[in-house]
């Protein structure tokens, strides 16, 4: 029970990687409150109170910041501390880039790389009041290590992540706030069916093979996996880790050479 008695903000719990990440929290003892704008936050409860009862959740579109900050101060009120913030709501849409509207653009910038901003500022001097705080924010392989067509803007935000996750980490480290971030590659969401939709690609089991066959451990990380990722570096046993970037991939990301397979 690494968490036991840690109160955590995760963004974009409502499903995928983030309802992942909610199901290891409470399973390790943690009190999760989930922010995401989808109705599915109704269904997440339902199945996340199964596991602890000390779970709740607030419908809320991150990139609206009066909104994030009236919400965050609610939550302080109620729990008196806030120790653990996953950044990880985010948005995809494959695009080549002179195809992306400006709109387009902003959708991702807006949400990934200003919605973050906006829930880390907000939680952020409660941290510092309490000289205690986990920051993990959810960049991903895309943009940092790998790149494909049509992910320019998704790719941009990641990458971003990631400057924000350093510097960040650097101006946090007199207050005991570590900041890390996770890179994931390929996992099973909804946002990667979408994804798979809006580009006919049709996710039966030979695609999905054919993912596979680029990723040497043979096969599709879990939402769960990424979650125990979390769990350890929102945990006390990672205090002396900050500003650091962890694949999740499989060995996805690592180019390959020829070689004689012995
Ligand atoms: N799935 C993958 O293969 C993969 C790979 C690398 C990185 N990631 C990253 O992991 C994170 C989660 O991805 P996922 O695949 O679980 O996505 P998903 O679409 O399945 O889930 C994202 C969640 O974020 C919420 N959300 C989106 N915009 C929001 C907003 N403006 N305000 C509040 N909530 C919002 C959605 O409602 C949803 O519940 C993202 O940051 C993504 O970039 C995913």
């Known amino acids: ?5 840690k109160v955590a903000i995760i963004t974009g719990g409502a499903m995928g990687i ?55 101060t609610a939550i302080y009120n109620r729990y ?15 695009t080549k880039f002179l195809e992306i509207s400006d709109e387009l653009r902003d959708f991702h910038f807006d949400i990934n790389i ?10 952020y001097p409660y941290m510092i009041k309490h000289k205690y705080g986990k920051i993990i924010n959810l960049s991903s392989i895309t943009g940092v290590k790998v790149a494909g067509i049509g992910e320019v803007a998704y790719a941009t935000t990641k990458a971003a992540l990631i400057g924000f996750t350093k510097s960040l980490a650097i ?3 007199k207050y005991n706030i570590t900041v890390n971030a996770i890179l994931p590659g390929y996992t099973i969401t909804p946002l990667f069916k979408k994804f798979a939709l ?22 599709l990380g879990t939402t769960e996996e990424i979650g125990y990722l979390a769990a350890f570096l929102a945990s006390d046993l990672a205090n002396y880790i ?21």
């Open 171 to 173: 101006e946090s480290a």
């Open 1 to 5: 029970m690494i968490l036991r008695g």
């Open 242 to 262: 900050t500003g650091a970037e962890f694949v999740i991939d499989g060995a996805t990301s690592i180019p390959k050479i020829k070689n004689i397979d012995v």
């Open 198 to 219: 809006n580009n006919n690609i049709n996710i039966t089991k030979s695609v999905i093979k054919e993912i596979i066959l680029g990723i040497p451990i043979k096969r």
């Open 114 to 123: 200003k919605g973050t901003w906006n829930v880390t500022k907000a939680v």
């Open 80 to 94: 008196g501390k806030i120790d653990i913030l996953i950044n990880n709501a985010g948005v995809f849409k494959l």
């Open 18 to 72: 983030g309802l992942g990440i909610c199901k290891v929290f409470l399973k390790l003892g943690a009190t999760v409150i989930i922010l995401d704008c989808s109705d599915k936050i109704k269904n997440a409860l339902e199945e996340l109170i199964k596991i602890s009862k000390n779970i709740i959740g607030y419908k809320v579109d991150i990139t609206n910041k009066d909104l994030v900050d009236k919400i965050v």
